[in-house]
Nanobody, 122 residues
Framework: QLQFVESGGGLVQPGGSLRLSCTAHGFTLDYYAIGWFRQAPGKEREGVACSLSRGLNTNYADSVKGRFTITRDNAANTVYLQMNSLKPGDTAVYYC???????????????WGQGTQVTVSS
């Protein structure tokens, strides 16, 4: 089972920034597509950003394009999500997962970790 630890969430004012981290344990994430997903209260989980295997390409949900950036640090076995210009609508629990996204698609399936809470509020 591929395990991740998500971190970096918190409370931020609208317009602010956060960087989330997704660290893999027990495997090398370079070989996998890694996606960031989020779930707001009362809503379905949605994919927001995907880094294809070996970091060859990325794709984003329309709602975050131009504001969020997904990157990899292979030495740290970690994928990051830099979130800028945050809006109240970005408030959610954020999760990462392997091989549940690709070019233009995200798949909500399987088990999930604890995630990290992001709250955007003044």
């Amino acid at each position: 089972q591929l395990q991740f630890v998500e971190s970096g969430g918190g409370l931020v004012q609208p317009g602010g920034s956060l960087r989330l981290s997704c660290t893999a344990h027990g495997f090398t994430l370079d070989y996998y597509a890694i996606g960031w997903f989020r779930q707001a209260p009362g809503k379905e989980r949605e994919g927001v950003a995907c880094s294809l295997s070996r970091g060859l390409n990325t794709n984003y949900a329309d709602s975050v394009k131009g504001r969020f950036t997904i990157t990899r640090d292979n030495a740290a076995n970690t994928v990051y999500l830099q979130m800028n210009s945050l809006k109240p609508g970005d408030t959610a629990v954020y999760y990462c997962a392997a091989d549940r996204c690709g070019s233009g698609w995200f798949l909500d399936t399987g088990s999930w970790g604890q995630g990290t809470q992001v709250t955007v509020s003044s």
